[in-house]
């Protein structure tokens, strides 16, 4: 039997940073359909961008995170 393989703090940023990529992708896309409507919802499309606004700084912040610090 194999033992379940257990990520390091690395890989887990890693995967976390590519879901929250593609939740980014995503509500683009979302955001982009609604604008297209006639009857878009104002309130919604607001919400969709504070979603997507906070998703890119949970990017950023993990982006960092797996970036080593360079001392010049």
Known sequence: ?????????????????????????????AIAALQLKDSADQLA??????QKLALKDAIARIEDE???DIIA
């Open 45 to 50: 499309i607001k919400r969709l961008k504070k």
């Open 1 to 29: 039997m194999n033992a379940p393989m257990e990520l390091n703090h690395i890989e887990v940023l890693r995967v976390k940073l590519e879901v929250l990529r593609r939740q980014h992708r995503d509500l683009d896309d």
């Open 66 to 68: 797996l970036t080593p």
